[in-house]
């Protein structure tokens, strides 16, 4: 996530402030991982505007939904309808109207996360995270 996000065990987001080179290269793997990610979110809030809002599906619910939207945005694709760029940035401008929520559970899954995202910083300076 960005750093609008809360860090959570699930969701990542950069180190802020002044950088060591280790936190730097952390930052910059997340955020080419984050760019493909935006992009193809960008593209599904585009096409499909409810994702745009505050949906009141049950969280079982809500991954089988934009599993449901990008099966159907293939199909779409596959059958030559365009996908217009004005819709992905009518979307960001939308997305941009919705803050979000800062609660006590939210904050104490933030320390586990740090230890997590620890863990990928060190992953990213092994052999193995320099391929």
Known sequence: ?????????WLMKPY????DTEKELFNYRLSKCRMVV??????LKGRWRSLLT????SQTNI???IAACCVLHNVCESKGET???GWEVEANRLAADYAQPDTRAIR???????RIREALKASFQSELGNQ
């Open 1 to 9: 996530g960005d750093p609008a996000y809360p860090l959570m065990p």
């Open 16 to 19: 802020p402030g002044a950088l």
């Open 38 to 43: 935006e992009c193809a979110f960008g593209r």
């Open 54 to 57: 505050r949906s009141d599906l």
């Open 63 to 65: 991954p089988i939904v």
């Open 83 to 85: 996908f217009m760029a």
């Open 108 to 114: 104490r899954s933030q320390r586990d996360a740090l």
